[in-house]
């Protein structure tokens, strides 16, 4: 048996992977065990989580994979501080010591990270290489296109190609500093929002504006190809010298400084946010339509960070030349660890590949589970009051039934999820039927900004009823967007008063208002039995009392958290906030009834969390 561990550190979402003969034994993010979020220091954590659950001690590993080539990361770095130099000075400063000690070093650090145990081969691939082998060799697809589009990797900022068998080959690529993903979080800097992290924000804010701007940003800032290539006219940006995103010139052009963090949000934020969503789609459709005219190939893999704007995704799907497209669901950083040892495993070994019908990625439910004793043990030792189903039925049936009566339960089931979506491993659900779902559950529960849009499970079997999904396309990982299907949405939203900006969602636009957004789309997850089989029963125990199979499912954490691991975890998530129940496994928790609970006032909320 040949054993790879694949590892992505140092920059965003640090995370370790390992394969057993081409196998996905076992994933999982550092953030999860460090509770630091997007934590990008080595992933210690995580690699002992890895060798425990393949039963390996660092030597007993035959190869170790980097997700990208950390010299010529510097190389671009360099160039970049003496193409603009002296004015990128101070950025300089700041960023020098930290690869000085430590990311020019990486060998150093791999091993002092694996115990001085692993003395074999490490293997550095090219950051959009480990993207791509993420996109293409779990996918269901014998032969594909692939596109990658991120923020940067070494100088690449997308690349595009195709996958046959077990091979991969990228034939084109778009350099920095000329990036789509960059160009987003310029916008999402500007719009006040934190950069690397809140891009979902601003895709969820882009609804309730108009893209008044969008002619603007393809006039002034960017010069965009037919073939979705592009120059970005850089005097309006200062990511190449400086310690912001924009310049001064931007904020001219669009009428003032940055929005400032937390401060209330403006039409003008809502606008631009709705037009740079515009621009990406164009641009990625744009770049699938030429990967396509490129490889005459019918499907389409995506990975890279901008892979997980599942509305752009959404567009390609409806709107490209594709029959079927697959999303590496940890498409941004952590999933170049994926990548990197699959990498290894078929393209450098030659092994060959077997394609899954479903396709490799297990549900992406690739991280720890804990066993009915271990939560029991845990839970008598906190003294905690909870009911034990150790008939499957009958817990889904209960759990349901909570559900229906609109109570809110927090769901640790299973192995936990690899990627940033919760996928019926570690989420918060509640009842999609509910006009104030979607307030309650942003306000009392996650403590975040009210416009957050909520995605909705629903049972694959009858995904197409309610969703406007194209026939046998399923969306197992929350990242496409659809729209709600006519016959679901309600007649009287037409009449109603026309709203703007964040009062919109006042209106109730269908039968499932709590996961509709205000321009009638859904973040759509289906859910089947092959994939996630408890939760699919649980969709189907609901359906059964209520006759609607759709279900708010959204991540186990509050904001500025990462999704919760462990049954502590969750613990403390559940008795921190107004959820209802909690359930562990096969142990049911209600709030009432546990020693020292209690409901907290909203504005509790708002002092006791930070918002970030």
């Not at 300089?92 to 115990?115: C, D, M, T, Y």
């Amino acid at each position: 048996m040949t054993t790879i561990l694949g590892i992505s550190a140092f920059y965003h979402d640090a995370a370790a992977v390992l394969v057993r003969d081409g196998a996905i034994v076992a994933a999982a993010q550092e953030e999860r065990f460090t509770r630091k979020k997007h934590d990008e220091q080595f992933p210690v954590a995580a690699i002992e989580y890895c060798l425990q659950e393949a039963g390996l001690r660092p030597e007993q590993i035959d190869y170790v994979g980097f997700y990208d080539k950390p010299f010529l990361k510097f190389e671009r770095l360099l160039e970049t501080y003496l193409a603009y130099a002296p004015s990128g000075f101070r950025s300089f400063l700041q960023a020098i010591p930290v690869w000085l000690k430590q990311k020019l070093h990486l060998r150093r650090e791999l091993n002092a990270g694996l115990q001085y145990a692993y003395r074999k081969q490490y293997v550095f691939a090219e950051h959009h290489e480990s993207h791509a082998a993420s996109a293409f060799f779990p996918s269901p697809f014998d032969e594909a296109a692939i596109l990658t589009v991120d923020g940067v990797g070494e100088w690449a900022t997308a690349s595009c190609g195709y996958g046959r068998g077990n091979r991969i080959r990228l034939t084109h690529e778009l350099h920095f500093p000329h990036s789509p993903g960059l160009l987003y979080s310029a916008f999402t800097y500007f719009c006040g929002f934190r950069v690397n992290s809140g891009e979902y924000k601003l895709m969820g804010l882009a609804p309730y504006g108009e893209p008044k701007y969008a002619g603007l940003i393809l006039d002034k800032l960017l010069d965009l190809k037919p073939d979705g290539s592009f120059r970005l006219d850089m005097s309006y940006f200062d990511y190449c010298r400086g310690l912001t995103m924009t310049s001064r010139k931007f904020e001219r052009l669009f009428g003032g400084s940055p929005r400032r963090p937390e401060s209330p949000l403006t039409q003008r934020e809502m606008d631009l946010a709705a037009s740079v969503q515009a621009v990406t789609e164009e641009i990625t459709l744009r770049m699938a339509r030429h990967v396509h005219a490129q490889t005459g190939l019918t499907r389409l893999c995506l990975a890279g960070g901008v892979a997980l704007n599942c509305v752009a995704n959404g567009r390609i799907l409806r709107e490209g030349p594709y029959t079927d497209v697959w999303i590496q669901p940890a498409a941004g950083d952590a999933g170049g660890a994926l990548g990197v040892a699959l990498f290894i495993w078929h393209q450098l070994l030659g092994n060959p590949r077997t394609v899954n019908p479903l396709d490799q990625q297990h549900g992406s439910l690739l991280g720890p589970r804990f066993t009915a004793e271990e939560i029991q043990r845990f839970l008598d030792g906190l003294g905690a009051k909870y009911h034990r189903w150790d008939d499957e039925h009958e817990l889904c049936d209960r759990v349901a039934e909570l559900i229906a009566q609109e109570k809110v339960v927090g769901w640790l089931q299973g192995r936990m999820e690899f990627g940033p979506r919760a996928l019926g491993g570690r989420s918060i659900l509640g009842d999609a039927r509910s006009p104030r779902m979607q307030a309650v559950m942003n306000l009392k529960i996650k403590f975040r900004e009210s416009f957050r849009p909520f995605a909705p499970s629903v049972l694959a079997e009858r995904a197409e009823e309610f969703f406007e999904l194209p026939t046998n396309q399923p969306s197992p990982y929350m990242l496409l967007v659809a729209p709600v299907q006519s016959g679901k949405r309600l007649v009287a939203a037409e009449a109603e008063p026309q709203r703007s900006g964040v009062d919109q969602l006042r209106t109730l636009r269908s039968v499932i208002p709590a996961v509709t957004h205000v321009d009638y789309s859904a973040r759509v997850q289906t859910v089947d039995p092959q994939r996630h089989p408890r939760y699919w029963r649980l969709l189907k125990q609901f359906e059964a009392k209520t006759g609607c199979p759709v279900l708010i499912n959204t991540s186990f954490n509050v904001r500025g958290e990462p999704i919760v691991c462990t049954p502590e975890h969750a613990y403390r998530c559940f008795m921190a906030t107004n959820m209802d129940a909690l359930v562990l496994e096969n142990f049911v928790l209600l709030k009432a009834e546990q020693p020292g609970a209690r409901q907290y006032p909203l504005d509790d909320y708002l002092a006791q969390f930070a918002l970030d």
